[in-house]
């Protein structure tokens, strides 16, 4: 498969390590010439423009700030239909102060990513840090993690699951795109837990008791 990264820090570099030990070509797109070609070295991929790993092959992550998002989908073309019908992976997480969604009450992330490029996105693996991503495999004594997944395209979902799976992770099928509101709030709400040194866990009873 061929992917386009978007971005060029630790999120790009774990992901796009498992994608590279899997085979996937990959292009590097960093708005610093100099960080993307050392990333690119690093992974074996080749380097470029933001624009250029957007548009490039199968599917694109975009894995910058979302404070930067805006910026990197204009040079990409977004105003004028360029990564219409692109599947596009969300991993961002909109967060302020206090571990505040910036977002607020309108579309969140996904969604605004959606309407402003008309691409095929689905949220995923924005719910845990890229020090997860770096284990090869994240795999725990419970068993491997599982990646939510929201969007509303089934041949997009169908890729991702794919990449999911070279993580050494299991997808789990979430909903559609508006699902991905919730899936951003949660997340925003485990990081506040992880920052302040508590364990979400405890707060969970388990799967067999709650279907009983």
């Known amino acids: 498969m061929r992917i386009g990264i978007i971005g060029t820090g630790a999120m790009a570099a774990a992901l796009g390590a498992h994608w590279a030990r899997a085979g996937h070509e990959l292009l590097i797109g960093g708005r610093s010439p100099a960080k993307a070609a050392e990333l690119a070295r690093r992974l074996g991929g080749r380097p470029g423009t933001p624009a250029e790993a957007a548009l490039h092959g199968d599917a694109a992550l975009l894995a910058v700030g979302f404070d930067a998002v805006a910026e990197v989908l204009a040079d990409a073309g977004a105003a004028a239909g360029a990564l219409r ?37 689905v ?49 789990l099928r979430a909903g559609g795109l508006d699902r991905a509101d919730q899936l951003e709030a949660m997340t925003a709400f485990l990081i506040g837990l992880w920052k302040t040194g508590q364990d979400p866990r405890a707060m969970l009873p388990p799967y067999a008791a709650i279907t009983a």
């Open 85 to 121: 019908g692109r599947v596009l992976i969300d991993c961002t997480n909109a967060l302020g102060p206090g571990f505040l969604l910036t977002t607020g009450t309108g579309p969140g992330a996904a969604r605004t990513i959606a309407a402003a490029t008309g691409a095929r996105v």
């Open 123 to 171: 949220k995923a693996f924005n719910h845990s840090a890229e020090a997860v991503w770096r284990l090869d495999p994240p795999v725990f004594p419970d068993g491997p993690l599982a990646v939510p997944l929201c969007g509303d395209d089934a041949d997009a979902l169908e890729l991702v699951s794919t990449l999911v799976l070279d993580t050494g992770c299991v997808p």
